[in-house]
């Protein structure tokens, strides 16, 4: 009897211990980008999940119990915002029922709140198509948009794991000291393609076509979420012979159909390029994925 | 495996709702196998989601009354529609209702060509998601399968097709917004089939089947992290073959 109360508290010392040694800060994502940078500020101090993944349309996703779990342990919510998740955020949060990350408190961060976003609809109409009132959400596309994004975040994990202030101000300068040097690398790299002319599939990739000054000709669909009619179809073939692009660029969750339609008959590559990390096997973090993007779009025009 | 989603304030609202979906689902089932008309569930949603589409295309967009009243009143028009058909062409009604299951998803998305917004809306009220019921949203529907259940009862509602179909109509239009058409499909047909013949000990067997199904499928979705709809509807199809073969072995062997 002795030595099984021993036990006891042998076992229970431990878990105390370990309980003590890895107090991580959980931070829950609903894009595998935010993921990657809360990777990068916090390192070994947050634990990150992701609510989607680079292969996915973050529209939509498929409820599992883990996700109502996870959310319900976080104590950072970080999100893109400006609506993209509206169609499944409210609910996971309401059903999460964790005062920690709801709408307004310390523990909830929505990237987009720190930019200025491309695309600002100067009217909301509906027969515009399915256009974000607040402007463009898929701003992680541009690379000079991170370090706001990284520094907003570090304050937050400053406010919530005080204790820990310093490090997280260490992991920040050293992240953006790296982040400015792979910018300067991919700008340099990325001059051949200013002026490129392409044609997207969906309005994602004006964070993209913005930062890389690229010259957007076409877009598959004839207003964002719709797919494409025939006569959007014609006259964008007609376009296309009287202004060629050099590359028609989709992304991993929207079908090959309609760019391999295009590009079959004008001839023009069709590529997929990762619009977040994990996106395809090169983009594993943030370096990687611009790494990718920007070398991915020099192959086409050699 | 995992255990994090074995959390019964997870768990605990989607099995609430499961067994709210059974109690009306169950006997309307055994009605449809009667009929033999399986996929009116199919229609009427489809039905129901033309409404709201039309309630977006009106501008009647604030989430709530509005919409769920064009959702509902569309479906009773659907449900009005089949029922003169069935009496006109009752041997056809079968296709007629796969035909006005493919009508009513082609209007909506040719109504939705110029507002691709609603289709938004359109998806979260046709593949409503069982694990994000909370229990504020199962109490209009415990009143509205109330009802169902007592109009049902006391006016023999399968002894009058009108009735049946008006009160199929309402059943799957809030059905099919807690759980999603493919739940609704499940926990109409597959109980009802499985213990088909069985005459009345047949519903208990079909509830505790019902009941087994949801549980069993979101114990298995919380362990695996599976998607929780699609997990119940395989666990209802296992249990209602290993039921349908228990019972046809118990059949041969007493006859």
């Known amino acids: ?302 | 495996m995992n255990i994090e989603g074995l959390d019964s304030s997870i768990l605990g609202p989607a099995f609430a709702a499961g067994l709210l979906v059974l109690s009306t689902h169950v006997p309307l089932g055994r009605q449809v196998l009667q009929r033999g008309i399986i996929f009116i569930d199919l229609a009427i949603a489809q039905f129901a989601g033309l409404g709201v589409i039309a309630a977006h295309v009106m501008h009647l967009d604030s989430p709530g009354f509005a919409v769920q009243l064009m959702a509902y009143g569309c479906a009773v028009l659907g449900a009005f529609l089949l029922y003169w058909c069935e009496r006109h062409w009752p041997d056809a009604q079968e296709a007629i209702i796969g035909t006005s299951f493919i009508v009513a998803a082609c209007s909506g998305i040719l109504l939705l060509s110029s507002s691709p917004q609603a289709g938004e809306h359109l998806k979260e009220l046709l593949v409503g998601q069982i694990l994000w019921v909370g229990y504020a949203q199962l109490v209009p529907v415990t009143v509205i399968y109330a009802l169902v259940l007592l109009l049902g009862k006391f006016l023999r509602s399968h002894e009058h097709p009108l009735l049946f179909y008006l009160l199929f109509a309402v059943t799957v239009t809030a059905s099919v917004q807690l759980v999603g058409v493919y739940l609704v499909f499940a926990s109409l047909i597959i109980p009802a089939l499985s213990v088909r013949n069985a005459g009345k000990r047949g519903v208990l067997l079909a509830y505790g089947l019902g009941a087994a199904g949801y549980g069993l499928g979101l114990l298995g979705s919380a362990l695996f992290d599976l998607p929780a709809g699609a997990v119940i509807v395989l666990s209802l199809a296992c249990l209602g073959m290993l039921v349908a073969a228990i019972r046809k072995v118990a059949c041969q062997v007493a006859g």
Not at chain 1, 171 to 188: K, M, V, Y
Request: glycine share 8%.
């Open chain 1, 1 to 302: 009897m002795n030595g099984y109360r021993k036990w006891c508290l042998v076992v229970s010392l431990l878990m105390c211990a370990s309980q003590g040694a890895y107090a991580v800060v959980n931070v829950f994502t609903c894009e595998p980008e935010w993921a990657a940078l809360a990777k990068e500020v916090g390192g070994d101090l947050v634990k990150t999940a992701s609510a989607t993944t680079g292969l996915q349309d973050v529209h939509h996703i498929e409820a599992r119990p883990s996700l109502i779990a996870r959310v319900r342990q976080a104590d950072l919510l970080l999100c893109t915002g400006a609506g993209l998740e509206e169609g499944w955020l409210p609910v996971l949060q309401r059903r999460a029922n964790n005062p920690r990350i709801q709408a307004g408190a310390d523990g909830y961060m929505e990237a987009a709140d720190y930019l200025r976003l491309l695309d600002r609809p100067t009217r909301i109409d509906r027969s515009e198509g399915d256009v974000h009132a607040r402007g463009n959400p898929h701003i992680q596309l541009d690379p000079t948009n991170i370090p706001v994004i990284a520094q907003a975040l570090a304050k937050r994990l400053q406010v919530l794991d005080s204790g820990h202030a310093a490090r997280y101000q260490e992991n920040l300068s050293d992240f953006l000291s790296r982040w400015q040097t792979a910018l300067g690398r991919w700008e340099r790299q990325a001059r051949p393609l200013q002026g490129l002319p392409v044609v997207v599939h969906h309005n994602a990739w004006v964070y993209l076509i913005n930062w890389l000054e690229l010259d957007l000709v076409g877009t598959l669909e004839p207003k964002p979420g719709l797919p494409p009619t025939s006569t959007h179809l014609s006259q964008l073939l007609e376009q296309m012979e009287r202004q060629p692009a050099k590359v028609i660029i989709r992304s991993p969750y929207q079908g090959a159909r309609a760019s391999e339609w295009l590009s079959e008959r004008t001839g023009i590559p069709a590529i997929m390029l990762p619009t977040t990390v994990g996106g395809n096997e090169a983009a594993t973090d943030l370096f990687g994925l611009f790494d990718d993007l920007v070398l991915q779009l020099l192959s086409v025009t050699q």
